[in-house]
């Protein structure tokens, strides 16, 4: 039997319609890398159970029938740092979206753009990735440049970026993959996953879309 391709990884679900759930679990069923550790149709289910599940990915729904989806990635965030919190939801509205990535998820997708297998997105996401469906990362795009329109000098922003941070920004923005940008700096993705985490952090934003858009405004990219 030969080795899994990808990192053994742990899911978990929130989600209360039975079809979704359904469809995403015999998505990740087809990978053997992939394993789906639990599922909740509530989200007071998930807050009560969640820590010891223990999952490295948790994909939420917004709209359960009990509480919002964003009360359990508030709740799952801080809790469990090293897990990667991914929205699948069928609110694709500005409030919402902001939320969720205000309290912690790491990306966004809407139902409706669900036509590829949910693994590539879970791998992206592993990797340092922030999948987010075309039209959020539109909106997200459209808030930061509604919210700051003209750049302002480097001098005046803190923290600055350190020149590891700018490397990896700068090849991200160009279209590199993390393991193309791993392999071009002599790191590893999980290297790639830390900075970017960091550059997160300075920068203030939650996705690479918004880390390169602000990079650049601020003039730390070419």
């Known amino acids: ?107 966004y997708l809407l139902k409706g753009s669900l036509a590829r297998d949910i693994s590539i997105d879970i791998r992206d996401l592993r990797d340092g990735g922030s999948p987010l469906s075309p039209s959020i990362a539109r909106q997200v795009l459209k808030r930061l440049q509604s919210r700051q329109p003209h750049a302002v000098p480097k001098s005046s922003e803190a923290p600055g970026l350190s020149s590891r941070e700018i490397e990896i920004l700068n090849a991200i923005s160009r279209g590199f993959s993390y393991a193309e940008t791993a392999s071009m700096l002599g790191i590893t993705v999980r290297t790639v996953h830390t900075h970017l985490k960091r550059i997160y952090g300075k920068l203030a934003v939650h996705s690479k879309t918004e880390a390169v858009f602000e990079a650049g405004r601020r003039g730390f990219l070419p």
């Not at 899994?4 to 929130?14: D, E, G, I, S, W």
């Open 1 to 107: 039997m030969t080795e899994p391709p990808y990192k053994q990884t742990r899911v978990a679900l929130v989600e209360d319609d039975a079809e979704a759930r359904q469809y995403l679990a015999a998505s990740m069923g087809e990978q053997d890398w992939l394993e789906l550790v639990a599922t909740y149709a509530t989200g007071t289910e998930a807050i009560s159970a969640v820590l010891a599940a223990n999952p490295d990915v948790l994909l939420v729904d917004l709209g359960l029938p009990d509480i919002s989806g964003l009360d359990v990635i508030r709740f799952a965030a801080p809790h469990l740092p090293d897990c990667d919190i991914l929205v699948i939801s069928m609110f694709g509205d500005e409030t919402n979206v902001l939320a969720a990535l205000e309290a912690g998820a790491r990306g």
